[in-house]
T-cell receptor
Framework: DAKTTQPNSMESNEEEPVHLPCNHSTISGTDYIHWYRQLPSQGPEYVIHGLTSNVNNRMASLAIAEDRKSSTLILHRATLRDAAVYYC?????????FGQGTELSVKP | SQTIHQWPATLVQPVGSPLSLECTVEGTSNPNLYWYRQAAGRGLQLLFY??????ISSEVPQNLSASRPQDRQFILSSKKLLLSDSGFYLC?????????????FGEGSRLTVL
């Protein structure tokens, strides 16, 4: 299974942008890059996904490197409700294998 | 709209007792279904997935089993629980036709084995 590598934790200030990095150097050509986030005692919530091109939705933006070996989740203006564990995952044939994720804390 | 439900939400079981966690999905047909476990700390471990009735794939050898008796029902079971079975169990579904595989998770079932 291809792995992803993320920093264990990150801090952000409220109202500032946040860039969450992810390395996936063993990604295959057909693997989608997914991001989920999880609040305490809740199931993970889908954030965004992409294959090659950068993607935007109401929650975040996903910037994918040209060689697809890394990606960055961008929260344009962090709020206190964005504090969560963020998982970067490769979708390999329909199975999502979650890593340890990045715990994002947001300071007021 | 599609919804997913898991129950029970919490349970405390003695070692050696049986387990049955249920998950149902509404508003869709022929979903792919998944059971994950999250132990203390982070990271979700994929336990089982199913692409159809009676079709179960196991990702990790263990004393748990899964069954899919109906299209939108997924059950996680054990005949004899171990202490190490404690954790937060999550059911998830995705449309069987989606190549991108967005997963929708249930509320989770927190199991404590004593």
């Amino acid at each position: 299974d291809a792995k992803t590598t993320q920093p264990n934790s990150m801090e952000s200030n409220e109202e500032e942008p946040v860039h969450l990095p992810c390395n996936h150097s063993t990604i295959s050509g057909t693997d989608y890059i997914h991001w989920y986030r999880q609040l305490p005692s809740q199931g993970p919530e889908y954030v965004i996904h992409g294959l090659t091109s950068n993607v935007n939705n109401r929650m975040a933006s996903l910037a994918i490197a040209e060689d697809r070996k890394s990606s960055t989740l961008i929260l344009h203006r962090a709020t206190l409700r964005d504090a969560a564990v963020y998982y970067c995952i490769l979708n390999q044939g329909g199975k999502l294998i979650f890593g340890q994720g990045t715990e994002l804390s947001v300071k007021p | 709209s599609q919804t997913i439900h898991q129950w029970p939400a919490t349970l405390v079981q003695p070692v050696g007792s049986p387990l049955s966690l249920e998950c149902t999905v509404e508003g869709t047909s022929n979903p792919n279904l998944y059971w994950y476990r999250q132990a203390a700390g982070r990271g979700l471990q994929l336990l089982f997935y199913s692409v159809g009735i009676g079709q179960i794939s196991s990702e990790v050898p263990q004393n748990l089993s899964a069954s899919r008796p109906q299209d939108r029902q997924f059950i996680l079971s054990s005949k004899k629980l171990l202490l190490s079975d404690s954790g937060f169990y999550l059911c998830a579904w995705e449309t069987g036709t989606s190549a991108s595989g967005e997963l929708f998770f249930g509320e989770g079932s927190r199991l404590t084995v004593l």
